[in-house]
């Protein structure tokens, strides 16, 4: 990357905070240091940071809270935890994580799960101010708003956003889970299966009573959008 991305790492436990700012910053990255929510808080107040690697077993106000508090309105999300099952990791990304990382990990994995981030972010994101007209609706990706036919804003997070526009990008085409999972999440990860699965479900219950017939199931294979895009 040609810029310095600024990282803040949100973990009550001081010697995993130190040890990633130490492994990131040598790798050459900016890194900050939070030990809690509300500190997190402050610091986003006075600067800007392209990625959150951010604990979820914290006092006080814990990751998955912060996670969906921020939605799609902040940086893009690592979650560092040590649980590691299957459920609390759909749970992670159902709720706004970018990815998720369990505890322990191999220091090389995070730096290249964060570097993934970071490249996608800066390759995949449509312009800014664009506009994806389909079927009498219309998303507006930078302001994050979905209008309905009748001129009706729709809530979507920043899950669902990701998930629509990589739809929205490749009319007409089959996309599997995994793909689906990269391109939203920036991510490979073979056990989310069931994650896109719901997300798929949300947004088809959004673009209600269209949503069927917009995202269509290719059993076997996973989903087509079925609609002509203008952007």
């Not at 800014?128 to 079927?135: E, I, K, S």
């Not at 999972?181 to 490979?188: E, F, K, N, T, V």
Request: aromatic share 6%.
């Amino acid at each position: 990357m040609t810029e310095t991305a600024n990282i803040l790492i949100v973990d009550d436990d001081a010697s995993i905070r130190d040890a990633v700012s130490e492994y990131l910053g040598h790798h050459g990255f900016a890194t900050t240091s939070a030990d809690s929510a509300a500190q997190m808080d402050e610091l986003m107040q006075g600067g800007h940071y392209d990625l959150l690697v951010l604990d979820i077993m914290m006092p006080g106000e814990d990751g998955l809270s912060v996670c969906r508090r921020l939605g799609e309105d902040g940086p893009p999300i690592l979650v560092l935890s040590a649980l590691g099952e299957t459920t609390d990791r759909i749970v992670g990304l159902e709720i706004g994580a970018s990815d998720y990382l369990s505890k322990p990990f191999e220091p090389r994995e995070l730096l290249a799960r964060v570097r993934a981030l970071l490249r996608r972010r800066k390759d995949s994101a449509p312009e800014a101010g664009r506009v994806y007209r389909f079927d009498r609706w219309r998303l507006d990706y930078e302001k994050r708003l979905l209008i309905d036919p009748d001129g009706g804003e729709v809530g979507l997070t920043a899950g669902d956003v990701s998930i629509l526009t990589a739809f929205l990008e490749r009319p007409g085409r089959i996309l599997t889970r995994n793909q689906l999972l990269d391109l939203a999440r920036g991510r490979d990860a073979e056990a989310f299966d069931r994650a896109i699965d719901l997300a798929v479900s949300r947004i088809r219950g959004k673009l209600n009573p269209d949503g069927d017939r917009l995202i269509a199931t290719v059993r076997g294979e996973g989903y087509r959008f079925t609609a002509t895009v203008q952007s």
